[in-house]
């Protein structure tokens, strides 16, 4: 026993040193972007550099799209209920995609923000609540924001939105700021939640953190409360470790729900109650994100499926297809919509799943890193290029090509009461990228392929290239001096990986672990100097 309780402590120890490397990451403004182990199990390939010819570019789908049908799967039958001696629900009739009716009130006018990872928050709106017509740009530096790495976006009841970075909170009415510095130490924070009397809750590293309405209360006061901390061990029974807590929800009635890595726990402002195997569950769940419905219930999402409590038991819906989840939220009418790391957004209507990706619809990414619903029952969806915005009948895209984003990396998303009226996408001039590639002598790398992509590229890569699989890469090949230069380029952030036979090969930040990407502006080229070809590669 004693023997195992030092190898429990050394792994808490090293998951320590892990975390406060990643937060150390965060506040340098560099994103490690690493593939999940289940999805790189999911992908079934081993990292090995492939230089055999390369395939055709892959494009963007069309900016607005009618709404596919999208794929239909199989798992639609429920488990019986998974603990407790209630019955579990029926099925609910299968749920089309309707828009709400002609004879539904209008819901009111609202703006809608887009977090992302260092370049701060755009937001669009229309007069009203927010502060101009439009998009328009928050960074730390142009504005009160409190950091430009924003991990979440919460919806306060007053209309207020929350915004987590890595330095505390920021709170904005569409036209005034406050800021909540952090109060849960070093923890990287993962999500945020608004209580119905204006309590903020933050899900950290080992915890979960609230601050109190008092300080809420007025704008221009000091802040009148402090943060409460709850350690993760209120979160899970025995030995079970929850330091992961990876999503938070506040259901209307103020109870608060809690997902981490391997529990959920439930907290009534009292006390603490906990769902985990052995006490709920009937086996181990690795969980990603939690959601509550209209009526208050929460909706676990884990790897193989959902959870659902409507009552004193818990029921399980599974879908062995979703591997990673990364956002989740539940519609008007009920469906609940899962965003995954690499396969799209799955969609649960009480009794079976449909799925849509950037193949079978107008979603412009499948990789899916934040989802929220508005008053008009719209569905925003914030991927690793662009917001895509669902209405149940047209899918509509904005990037940086063709709106005024910071950026097209979505890492969340917010939206008051029924959201802004929807711009049209405007098509800009098209930009360049030049540069050259030279060995480490300084001789040019003559014939070297040049790809470019949209996505970060994270240490490894499991396809013919590194950007194999993106929804947009451009390529060409260096000139007998070294030189290239892609042409007619749509607006937007890079990445640069290239082969001059050494193996990929990519330029990156300044720690050398993810791309950089590079900026390219309309209607200018954007040289990036000399991209060195060193013996190590991936």
């Known amino acids: 026993m004693e023997v195992q309780s030092k190898y429990i402590v050394l792994a808490l120890l090293a998951a320590g040193l892990i975390f406060a490397f990643l937060g150390y990451m965060a506040f340098a403004n560099i994103d490690i972007s690493l593939p999940s182990v289940a999805d790189i199990l999911q992908r079934g390939e081993s990292p090995t550099p492939v230089t055999s010819p390369l395939s055709t570019p892959q494009d963007s789908a069309g900016l607005e799209q009618s709404a596919d049908t999208g794929k239909n799967l199989s798992q639609s039958t429920p488990k019986p209920a998974i603990s407790g001696t209630s019955t579990p629900k029926p099925s609910a009739t299968p749920i089309s995609l309707p828009t709400l009716s002609p004879t539904t009130p209008a819901a009111a006018q609202g703006f809608a923000c887009a977090g992302t990872l260092g370049f701060g928050v755009t937001c669009l709106g229309e007069g009203g609540l927010f502060q101009s017509d439009g998009w328009q740009i928050f960074t730390k530096e142009s504005s009160p924001l409190g950091g430009d790495h ?105 109870q608060v729900w809690v997902a981490t890595s391997n529990t959920i726990a439930t907290f009534d402002s009292r006390k603490w109650k906990v769902y985990q195997q052995g006490m709920g569950f009937e086996e181990q769940y690795f969980f990603g994100a939690i959601a509550l419905d209209s009526e208050g219930h929460p909706w676990a999402a884990h790897g193989h499926g959902l959870l659902n409590l409507d009552g004193a038991s818990w029921t399980a819906y599974p879908n062995r297809d979703l591997i990673t989840v990364e956002s989740l939220a539940v519609d008007m009418w009920g469906r609940v919509w899962v965003g995954t790391f690499s396969k799209g957004v799955y969609v649960f209507d009480g009794e079976g ?53 910071i950026d097209h990396d979505i890492y969340a998303l917010g939206v008051v009461d029924g959201g802004p009226a929807l711009v049209s996408p405007e098509e800009k001039p098209l930009g360049s990228l030049s540069g050259r590639v030279v060995y480490a002598n300084g001789e040019p790398a003559t014939g070297a392929i040049v790809e470019i992509c949209i996505e970060t590229l994270g240490m490894h890569f499991y396809g013919e290239t590194p950007c194999d699989g993106q929804p947009l890469i451009r390529r060409t090949e260096t000139t007998a001096s070294g030189d290239f230069r892609l042409e007619e380029l749509p607006a937007g952030r890079y990445s640069i990986t290239y082969n001059a036979g050494l193996g990929w090969q990519k330029l990156t930040g300044a720690f050398g672990i993810s791309s950089k990407r590079v900026l390219v502006k309309p209607s200018e080229n954007t040289y990036v100097s000399e991209l060195m070809v060193t013996e190590e590669s991936e």
């Open 150 to 254: 924003v991990k979440d976006i919460a919806v306060c009841p007053d209309k207020r939105l929350l915004m987590l970075h890595t330095f505390g909170v920021s709170a904005f009415d569409g036209r005034t700021w406050k800021d909540y510095p952090s109060g849960w130490g070093s923890g990287s924070a993962n999500a945020l939640a608004c209580a119905p009397d204006g309590t903020i809750w933050v899900a950290h590293f080992e915890g979960v953190s609230a601050f109190d309405k008092s300080g809420l209360s007025d704008w221009n006061s000091p802040l009148q409360s402090e943060w409460t901390t709850y350690p993760s061990t209120k979160l899970a029974e025995s030995r079970q470790d929850a330091s992961l807590v990876e999503d938070i929800a506040v259901a209307p009635d103020g």
């Open 353 to 405: 799943w449909t799925e849509y990706n950037r193949e079978n619809s107008g979603l412009s990414n499948d990789h899916i890193r934040a989802i929220t619903v508005d008053a008009q029952n719209r569905v925003w969806i914030g991927t690793r290029w662009g917001v895509n915005i669902f209405d149940g009948e047209t899918w509509r895209a904005y990037r940086m090509d063709n709106a005024d984003l």
